[in-house]
């Protein structure tokens, strides 16, 4: 199957820091979606980016199809980002669901 | 938010026996899903429906079951629990955006399941 890798796998930035994540796939997608899981377990959906660039508010992210990965932009990084980032795909091929990543565990310090 | 409610939220049972979790929704999504999260492993899906008595196996299927007679409810049932099904897990729904391609997924909040 779709192997999707993230890195870093383990981030500490100071509140108020810039940050970068990124996901990589290993075969053409129909789809890719960002999800944050905050500390209390609920993953919330950042964005649906199968391709180009989206922003909203303080979060970017970018999918460079042809090249097979994605990137997160967090900026001005504020305790409540803490958590962990997910990457996950939806291959062209096969079934209608997605595959994710391991994440990026993010903390952020005062 | 999108209206996703999982029951039970918590479970403690013991090996051997079933457990049958739910999972419903208010949005009237075509797509269903069950995932688990275990340390190290992300999000692994466990099976899929596409629509009322349609699904398939996901990833990690062996030793579950899933039924979909509405379009708002989705069961996962483990037949017989074994200690390595000690784990989250996490229903989530999503729209068909055309043919093969879904939307976006939304999750519910999860369930903690133990099997001593």
């Known amino acids: 199957g779709i192997q999707v890798e993230q890195s870093p796998p383990d981030l500490i930035l100071q509140e108020g820091a810039n940050s970068t994540l990124r996901c990589n796939f290993s075969?053409?997608?129909?789809?890719l979606q960002w999800f944050h899981q905050n500390p209390w377990g609920q993953l919330i959906n950042l964005f649906y980016?199968?391709?180009g660039t989206k922003q909203n508010g303080r979060l970017s992210a970018t999918t460079v199809a042809t090249e097979r990965y994605s990137l997160l932009y967090i900026s001005s990084s504020q305790t409540t980002d803490s958590g962990v980032y997910f990457c996950?795909?939806?291959?062209?091929?096969?079934?209608?669901?997605?595959?994710f990543g391991t994440g990026t565990r993010l903390t952020v310090i005062p | 938010d999108a209206g996703i409610t999982q029951s039970p939220r918590h479970k403690v049972t013991e090996t051997g026996t079933p457990v049958t979790l739910r999972c419903h929704q208010t949005?009237?999504?075509?797509?269903m899903y069950w995932y688990r999260q275990d340390p190290g492993h992300g999000l692994r899906l466990i099976h899929y429906?596409?629509?009322?008595?349609?699904?398939d196996k996901g990833e990690v299927s062996d030793g579950y079951s899933v039924s979909r007679s509405k379009t708002e409810d989705f069961l996962l049932t483990l037949e017989s629990a074994t200690s390595s099904q000690t784990s989250v897990y996490f229903c989530?729904?999503?729209?068909?955006?055309?043919?093969?391609?879904?939307?976006?997924?939304?999750f519910g909040p999860g369930t903690r399941l133990t099997v001593l």
């Open positions: 980016i199968p391709s």
């Open positions: 075969d053409s997608v129909n789809n």
């Open positions: 429906s596409y629509g009322v008595k349609d699904t």
């Open positions: 949005e009237n999504h075509r797509y």
């Open positions: 996950a795909v939806e291959p062209q091929t096969g079934a209608n669901n997605l595959f």
């Open positions: 989530a729904i999503s729209e068909s955006l055309r043919a093969g391609v879904t939307d976006t997924q939304y």
